[in-house]
């Protein structure tokens, strides 16, 4: 079962007098309950088409379900609402809040998913999760205290702390070493396994394609090649 | 190099144009300082001697001498004005630019007495000529000693002379002790009575009517009698009048040398204006010292946001400058780049600055009160070369103050520069308790201060130069005070914060994070906005304080609107061969009802003023009390006493008590001690004679029952000074009908209330249209007028307005600027929220709740150290400016309009804020936001 599906998804920006076209009637399905990986060259457009899937970014042409909602017919209110409570990002740069400790990143993203739970309940939560990915011991550190990788494993437990549909997480692994970057895929494996959440991440990394269960290929605003992995 | 540092300068052009704005009004600041005080000076240098005119109703700079010759050497008039030239020459040689505008001289022959042939009498009159005197002269009676055809010689006399001796025109006076060699005595016929042509000729530095023994004749008439009576000698006395206009802060110095060099070497050498010239020269050192003193803060200020400006371009270039550190660029390159930035942007600085200055000062000069502006006469201010020498003193300083964070932060590599990037890291002053020390030390300052108020007071009385460590304590104190504050406020936001901690929604919750986590390094823009209100504050507080008290003092000194006399007649009369008594001609009263008529007064009243009174009862006597005598209805209608004096008793009370008891008195306080008397004890007033041989003779008594004692009264000043001198004064009111009846008909005063809307001026103009002589003018809105124009009063006034001015100009910029770089440094994270659903509203809100514990506190905060430091320090400042004892205490004014002033600018600030952060956020992309962390 798909939890997203797009179709003839088009991004066109502006360029100067012209048009540049980063991506082109792209189509593709996101599986739930599994790691898709986009991968592709720099400037390739899986960022871009990431955006569009999370809502972050609307398409020039095509649309996009997210278990059944269709954004084109979302208001940004609803939008917002969706990014907030179903969905979880991990960003490349901005691992973390700067001014939060690991605690505290957890749970701004708890508050905005799930006001009605009980301060108690958050706090379990919040514990859970940093458990989860290793980091209970250092939930007090400030992002400046901590190495890129364990910035990167609060930034997991900070996107799927709220039990989000789907983590989006663009280049989870691109500021870490290959022994940090694995640990993080060990950790999306064991996320989906543990917590049934579908991943969708970005990497040019070629050692990390074989850990996703299904792997598309961008290359100038196309989707090449479509691996599935049993 | 330079390309590279234009480049840096254009990718940070708001932050730079910041900078150079702190640095053109530091430039601006410290440039205006020279021609600020410069004419300052000028101005009080003439202002000087227009009062010392004005007081002594004579020209004020005069030079001269008296002296004589024996006829032995000179026969003639024109002998003695010629060896008198000499003197002159010397004088003009060394006086050079200041110009004589006029020379008045008169030769004299000794005084004798003389008997009229129609019963007039002189006992001291004296022979004399006048150079030029027709020219400047109009015949009254009679003809002038030109025109004389008689067979005597013909004199003329002032119209003094012959109302004091009882002479007429035509009468012939002989001088039975002037004989020539056969034995004929001197006669005189008087041919005229003379007045000067125009009242303001300087010619005449001694007026006709003060002339009461000359008897002018021609220079031929003159030299024939000398010739005829050979007097031993020529008395002369020579005057020369200097344009004192030309007297300026520049060759002051060397004008009193020559005065005091021309004393030396001639004993008979006078001069009008020396003592004037002492008096600049100890103003002068107040003046450059309360100018440094009242601008330090606002320095101090600007230099702070020159540092805080560096400090913000700093943090943003501190990644390239850590990756310069590791590219092997040495710590000596990167602040050479960094001068020569700071050098290019002082270079535009002193270009805006200096003319910037120029403003500035013509617009601190053009304050009369805090705030309030009026051009006037501003020509004495103008452009001197020292201001560029100033400027690039100030450009100096600037440089420094951008380096110092420089040199801190260019020894950082990129390693060092990660690893430090440590949240909410203690600042010095708060580590180790600066900010409680400092307040500490300035508490105790303000303690000795206080203890020593007497001493103070005694040496602001002799004129001792303000002591600058008053001002610079409270400087010190509402700096401490700020810092222990801001100390709290961290603290009462963390509490704030953690109260209601597990309830926050998200943007609360990240707007807390960011108040709290973000203090310290919000700080400093936190201190400015603190320092900005409390000083604003304190200054409008202190600005205010010393006009209002300077002008109660005025207002009460004055007791009513306008005060004025007439020249009365003194008719005197020989009560017997050899004693002449005196009247007085009351002038038609009519005229005075006639400004109440034409509705520019409300009510006017007579009010009989002299000291030539003692007060006694029983064996103790007081001299020369203060004496009035009024109808105490008009009185009450028209004097006027500051409400604060009225809390325990309304005045009007102890008028009714007066009213009711024919023969009361108001005895004040302190004359009510001295005779140990207390109401419903008699004491006995009494007057004496107004002429110089009545001076001793009592003229009147009033046995008068005490019936109020008062502690201050409308126009009476119980202390004043004089070169540090106090001199003690006593009170006592009688009812008029009762002073009259006494002391029979005596000058009074008329005292006026203004109808509301009109000017001193107004009723001036129908007294002057009546012809009438006044011997004395006071009007309250003019004396108060004049209080602004002092100096002292513009340069306190100038300097605080002026310091408010740009604290508010450069806080709103700086405050704009920061919060702008903070919400860019921030536009990433921004995405980040944006991304994780919040909303834009919600972002919104976040900026607001920052505001909302941070801005507004600091506001708060300072508003307080504001309100503190003038509640300990303004009333200080107060004793400096007005040291001397008065009826009236010194009290502390605020004005709410400052602190609405104060508020409008602050709010109209915050709005803009947040006006320009909801369009930056509204413009804000989360793709291209969360891009830019990519890159």
């Not at chain 1, 064991?190 to 970005?202: A, D, F, H």
Request: net charge negative; proline share 2%.
């Amino acid at each position: 079962m798909n939890i997203i599906e797009a179709r003839n998804i088009t991004r066109m920006f502006p360029v100067g007098d012209g048009e540049f076209y980063a991506l082109k009637h792209v189509d593709i399905d996101i599986p739930a309950g599994k790691l898709t990986i986009l991968k592709g060259r720099s400037g390739s457009g899986k960022t871009t088409l990431m955006n569009i899937l999370s809502a972050l970014d609307a398409p020039t042409e095509g649309d996009v379900s997210f278990d059944g909602q269709v954004y084109s017919e979302m208001e940004d209110a609803q939008k917002e609402q969706l990014r907030r409570k179903e969905i979880g990002f991990v960003f490349q740069a901005v691992a973390l809040i700067p001014i939060m400790n690991a605690y505290e990143n957890v749970d701004f993203a708890m508050r905005l998913a799930e006001p009605e739970l009980t301060a108690k309940e958050v706090d379990e939560r919040i514990r859970e999760t940093l458990a989860l990915v290793g980091m209970e011991e250092r939930m007090r550190h400030m992002p400046g205290q901590m190495s890129g990788g364990e910035q990167q494993r609060v930034a997991i437990a900070r996107a799927v702390a709220h039990r989000p549909k789907v983590v989006f997480a663009d280049e989870p692994t691109g500021a870490l070493d290959t022994e940090s970057g694995l640990r993080v895929m060990q950790l999306f494996r064991n996320l989906i396994e543990k917590e049934g959440v579908t991943i969708v991440m970005t990497t040019h990394d070629p050692n990390l394609m074989e850990l996703g269960d299904v792997v598309y290929e961008l290359e100038d605003g196309e989707i090449i090649d479509r691996q599935i992995r049993e | 190099m330079i390309r590279f540092v234009l480049q840096k300068i254009k990718n940070k052009k708001w932050l730079t144009t910041c900078l150079l704005l702190g640095l053109v009004f530091l430039v601006a600041a410290v440039s205006c300082q020279p021609m600020f005080k410069a004419g300052s000076l000028n101005k009080m240098l003439l202002d000087s001697f227009h009062n010392a005119g004005e007081e002594a109703e004579a020209y004020p700079a005069v030079i001269g001498r008296t002296g004589a010759y024996v006829t032995e050497k000179r026969q003639t008039a024109a002998a003695v004005l010629d060896g008198m030239k000499g003197y002159q020459q010397t004088w003009e040689k060394y006086l050079g630019s200041i110009q004589a505008v006029n020379t008045q001289t008169i030769l004299t022959l000794d005084e004798q007495s003389a008997q009229g042939a129609y019963g007039g009498k002189g006992k001291y009159l004296k022979v004399s000529y006048m150079p030029d005197m027709l020219a400047h002269t109009q015949v009254l009676v009679g003809e002038d000693y030109d025109a004389y055809a008689g067979n005597l010689y013909g004199c003329m006399l002032s119209e003094s002379v012959m109302d004091a001796c009882g002479f007429t025109v035509g009468e012939t006076l002989e001088f039975p002790l002037w004989t020539d060699a056969d034995g004929e005595t001197l006669k005189l016929q008087i041919c005229g009575i003379f007045k000067e042509t125009d009242s303001t000729d300087t010619f005449w530095y001694t007026a006709p009517n003060t002339m009461e023994q000359e008897m002018f004749v021609s220079e031929e008439t003159f030299d024939a009698i000398v010739k005829q009576f050979a007097p031993e000698k020529i008395n002369y006395a020579t005057n020369v009048l200097l344009d004192y206009t030309k007297i300026n802060q520049k060759n002051v110095a060397d004008v009193q040398y020559y005065i005091e060099q021309f004393h030396k070497e001639d004993e008979s050498f006078t001069d009008s204006f020396l003592n004037l010239l002492k008096q600049y020269q100890k103003d002068k050192k107040t003046i450059d010292i309360t100018l440094w003193v009242l601008e330090l803060p606002l320095l101090g200020l600007v230099l702070a946001f020159i540092y805080m400006v560096t400090g913000q371009i700093i943090d943003t270039e501190q990644g390239e400058i850590a990756m310069m550190r590791s590219r092997g660029y040495r710590r000596s390159q990167i602040v050479a780049l960094y001068a020569l930035q700071a050098c290019i942007l002082c270079l535009v600085a002193m270009l805006i600055g200096t003319p910037l200055g120029y403003g500035l000062c013509k617009l601190a000069a053009s304050t009369t009160d805090f705030l309030t502006f009026h051009a006037g006469n501003l020509s004495m201010y103008h452009f001197t070369p020292v201001m560029l020498v100033y400027g690039l003193a100030a450009s100096a300083v600037g440089i420094l103050f951008i380096l110092i964070p420089v040199v801190i932060h260019s020894g950082v590599s990129i390693v060092q520069q990660k690893s430090d990037q440590k949240i909410n890291k203690k600042m010095f002053w708060e580590k180790y308790f600066l900010d409680i020390v400092l307040l500490g030390v300035s508490i105790y300052l303000l303690h000795n201060f206080n203890q020593e108020i007497d001493k103070i007071r005694a040496r602001a009385l002799l004129g001792a130069k303000m002591d600058p460590l008053i001002f610079l304590d409270s400087v010190l104190f509402i700096v401490a005070m700020g810092l222990v504050v801001l100390r709290l406020l961290h603290y009462l936001v963390q509490l704030v914060y953690h109260i209601g901690r597990k309830k926050w929604r998200p943007a609360v919750y990240a707007s807390f994070l960011q108040i709290t986590r973000n203090f310290r390094k919000q700080g400093f823009i936190s201190v400015f906005l603190i320092l900005t209100v409390a000083m604003g504050l304190f200054n409008a507080n202190a600005a205010r304080t010393i006009n209002q008290n300077y002008e109660n003092r005025i207002r009460y000194a004055d007791g009513a609107d306008i005060r004025l006399q007439e020249t009365w007649k003194m008719q005197a009369f020989y009560v017997s061969a050899n004693d002449i008594d005196y009247n007085y001609v009351e002038p038609d009263p009519v005229k005075y009802d006639e400004p109440v008529k034409q509705g520019l007064c409300t009510s006017m009243a007579k009010v009989i003023r002299t000291n030539n009174i003692s007060v006694s009862r029983g064996k103790t006597k007081i001299a020369n009390c203060e004496f009035m005598g009024i109808h105490t209805k008009d009185f009450g209608e028209t004097a006027y006493l500051q409400e604060e004096l009225n809390r325990d008793v309304h005045w009007y009370t102890y008028l009714n008590e007066l009213a009711q008891q024919e023969n009361g008195v108001i005895l004040s306080k302190n004359l009510a001690a001295a005779l140990e008397v207390k109401v419903g004890d008699v004491v006995d007033c009494s007057r004496y004679g107004d002429s110089v041989l009545k001076k001793e003779t009592v003229r009147g008594t009033i046995s008068g029952k005490v019936v109020a004692i008062v502690d201050a009264w409308p126009g009476f000043v119980q202390y004043t000074y004089e070169d540090g001198e106090e001199t003690e004064h006593y009170l006592i009111v009688a009812n008029y009908a009762k002073t009259v009846q006494s002391f029979k008909i005596s000058p009074y005063e008329i005292w006026y209330k203004l109808a509301d809307g009109v000017d001193s001026d107004a009723v001036r103009a129908v007294i002057d249209a009546g012809g009438t002589k006044l011997s004395s003018y006071t009007a309250l809105d003019r004396d108060i007028d004049a209080m602004k124009e002092t100096a002292m009063i513009r340069i306190t006034n100038g300097m605080f307005t002026l310091s408010f001015i740009i604290a508010l100009i450069l806080c709103m910029i700086g405050f704009l600027i920061y919060w702008i770089s903070s919400i860019r440094q921030r536009e990433l994270l921004f995405g980040v929220y944006r991304a994780m659903g919040l909303s834009e509203k919600e972002i919104n809100r976040m900026l607001v709740n920052e505001h909302l514990f941070s801005t507004l506190p600091s506001i708060l905060a300072g508003g307080a150290c504001g309100g503190v430091a003038t509640y300990l320090f303004v009333r200080l400042f107060g004793v400096i400016y007005l040291p001397q004892k008065h009826n009236l205490s010194i009290y502390v004014y605020l004005d709410q309009m400052d602190v609405l002033k104060l508020v409008a600018v602050l709010l109209v600030m915050i709005l803009l804020c947040i006006v320009i952060l909801r369009r930056l956020v509204r413009s804000l992309n989360i793709t291209q936001a969360l891009k830019l962390g990519e890159e």
